[in-house]
Nanobody, 115 residues
Framework: QVQLVESGGGLVQAGGSLRLSCVAS????????MGWYRQAPGKQRELVAV???????NYGDSVKGRFTTSRDDAKNTIYLQMNSLRPEDTAVYYC?????????WGQGTQVTVSS
């Protein structure tokens, strides 16, 4: 099962930016789907962005136009660039990967946006 480690979270003021990273333990060229989800206290985990096989990217409605995800195959890493952050973006952000019929999750990284 692929291991995933997120980093880059922290405290930022509203309107600011953060970039999250997710490093995989194996080549991401072999991973079918990778994505970002988030979970705020008392809420369900929701989709932030997903990179599908073939390179198509889908974003959750609440982050469209503000967040961008990308990948660096040489570093086995995907990124989430978050701009124009809002207090409602406060959550634990998780990276996941679906490959060989298995879904793996990272441990998450906290993002807190102050007003």
């Amino acid at each position: 099962q692929v291991q995933l480690v997120e980093s880059g979270g922290g405290l930022v003021q509203a309107g600011g930016s953060l970039r999250l990273s997710c490093v995989a333990s194996e080549s991401i060229r072999r991973i079918n789907v990778m994505g970002w989800y988030r979970q705020a206290p008392g809420k369900q985990r929701e989709l932030v962005a997903v990179i599908l096989s073939g390179g198509r990217i889908n974003y959750g409605d609440s982050v469209k136009g503000r967040f961008t995800t990308s990948r660096d195959d040489a570093k086995n890493t995907i990124y989430l660039q978050m701009n124009s952050l809002r207090p409602e973006d406060t959550a634990v952000y998780y990276c996941n990967a679906f490959t060989q019929g298995r879904l793996s999750w990272g441990q998450g990284t906290q993002v807190t946006v102050s007003s």
